[in-house]
């Protein structure tokens, strides 16, 4: 494998992965790729049939390949954002124990998430803000998962995250 790490941004929309993302990519001068960002491929090819949660594991295989194609080809780090919850949950198993740092964005104020869902400037389109909420309970509520760091992003501006995110990632990069 590489020495390169991949930097998933997780939590729930409206927790700012999308701007702490773009801020740690600018930071970085690396790779970002919002899983979003993958083309459906039922879009690009209306005639073959294939079920959702196939289509959802296909497109999260590519951008692992993506991933570690950059890493291999000298970048030290490769920023993934707005994975669904159960593809965060197979990272140990696509990157190894090592090949990754999970940053969990979660608020304690359902109030600022709804807020930000509702009034988003970004071009995100996405306005469940229901759904939003049980995400954010759901992470919460569960043990933290393998390399995860956890960061209440209620109480902080983007900046200070990705300036955090920023910091820890090159601590992890000088003790390997």
């Given at each position: 494998?590489?020495?390169?790490?991949?930097?998933?941004?997780?939590g729930?929309?409206?927790?700012?992965?999308?701007?702490?993302?773009g801020?740690?990519h600018?930071?970085?001068?690396?790779?970002?790729?919002?899983?979003?960002?993958?083309?459906?491929?039922?879009?690009?090819?209306?005639?073959?049939?294939?079920?959702?949660?196939?289509?959802?594991?296909?497109?999260?295989?590519?951008?692992?390949?993506?991933?570690?194609?950059?890493?291999?080809?000298?970048?030290?780090?490769?920023?993934l954002?707005?994975?669904?919850?159960?593809?965060?949950?197979?990272?140990?198993?696509?990157?190894?124990?090592?090949?990754?740092?999970?940053?969990?964005?979660?608020?304690?104020?359902?109030?600022?998430?709804?807020?930000?869902?509702?009034?988003?400037?970004?071009?995100?389109?996405?306005?469940?803000?229901?759904?939003?909420?049980?995400?954010?309970?759901?992470?919460?509520?569960?043990?933290?998962?393998?390399?995860?760091?956890?960061?209440?992003?209620?109480?902080?501006?983007a900046?200070?995250?990705?300036?955090?995110?920023?910091?820890?990632?090159?601590?992890?990069?000088?003790?390997?």
């Amino acid at each position: 494998m590489n020495n390169g790490k991949v930097i998933v941004i997780h939590g729930a929309p409206g927790s700012g992965k999308t701007t702490v993302g773009g801020l740690l990519h600018e930071k970085l001068k690396c790779p970002w790729f919002e899983f979003g960002w993958i083309p459906e491929f039922r879009n690009l090819n209306p005639h073959t049939e294939i079920p959702y949660a196939q289509e959802e594991q296909l497109s999260f295989s590519s951008l692992a390949l993506v991933a570690n194609n950059y890493l291999a080809h000298g970048f030290e780090h490769v920023i993934l954002t707005d994975l669904p919850d159960r593809l965060v949950k197979t990272l140990p198993e696509v990157y190894g124990k090592d090949g990754y740092a999970l940053f969990m964005l979660y608020s304690e104020d359902d109030e600022i998430i709804k807020n930000r869902i509702l009034t988003r400037t970004n071009g995100n389109l996405y306005k469940d803000w229901e759904a939003a909420l049980e995400l954010n309970r759901v992470i919460k509520e569960r043990l933290p998962l393998a390399h995860e760091m956890r960061i209440r992003s209620d109480q902080m501006s983007a900046e200070a995250i990705a300036e955090m995110i920023y910091e820890v990632t090159m601590q992890i990069g000088r003790a390997s």
